[in-house]
């Protein structure tokens, strides 16, 4: 299967219906329930990071240590599913033209918008570490769309 | 962003997603429900359709007719999207390796499971045709995966 766009598209389809029985709820419960939505898009993205890196290291070499694996998410992982290579090991990136963000109006009028379109991104990252053996927890900040900053910080046992 | 696997794994957590609660029912509201699920699927399929073909047809100059139009469909688009060409015009098309079946078992044992994992597709092609103005039922059979054949039937008006 083909092209970046199809991708894009099946991902707004995919928010779309996770949210759409929503919009009825209201007050606490509405509260309770945005978490769990944003849970669901990222866990599905936590179980296709597992895949894609599964098939992304498979002639790769065994990583040395922490920075290894971490050099290898920000160089190989992050150019091939997000298609720009990040060019510093910091722990957090900041990407000024997201592509799941591109599709949305620019500026700050629908940033309460963000955080369900960077879920899925938030946990296909998250299942990649993972699958490296490195619990993390990560995050992605919107300020000014389509700009975005993840961040993630790796768990110590 | 990139790669085939990303939205091939995608898919597969689209599938698992819509079809999630259904294990619990029986009976006469199960047969209800897993048309309905495979609604939802092929609903997602056409409006992605709706949009690639948008995209595609973006600096195409006019189709002259229906056959134009299944030209385009059969050759471009087809090829862009499913990564295959189809080499004739009938409007049936069997493609003996879908990527979408590639990562089910092979053989008959899953056959029942084939519906879902192909509802999206169809609904991506009959949401391009319909884009373009013809008003279609597709539909796709398989007899031995991974093999699929799609067939397109055009609604006169």
Not at 99 to 108: A, R
């Amino acid at each position: 299967m083909a092209d970046d766009a199809l991708f894009e598209f099946l991902h707004m389809e995919i928010v779309a219906h996770v949210y759409r029985d929503q919009q009825s709820m209201k007050g606490e419960a509405d509260n309770k329930e945005r978490s769990s939505r944003v849970s669901i898009l990222e866990g599905m993205g936590y179980r296709v990071g597992q895949g894609l890196i599964e098939r992304l290291t498979r002639d790769s070499p065994c990583f040395k240590d922490e920075l290894d694996i971490m050099k290898f998410i920000c160089k190989d992982f992050w150019t091939k599913v997000f298609r720009r290579q990040v060019d510093n090991l910091r722990t957090n990136h900041q990407d000024n033209k997201f592509n799941l963000l591109t599709q949305l109006s620019n500026g700050k009028q629908y940033l309460d918008q963000a955080p369900k379109y960077l879920a899925f991104s938030c946990g296909v990252v998250r299942g990649a570490l993972s699958n490296l053996g490195l619990e993390s927890v990560v995050t992605a900040e919107v300020s000014v769309m389509p700009s975005c900053k993840f961040q993630v910080v790796i768990q110590k046992l």
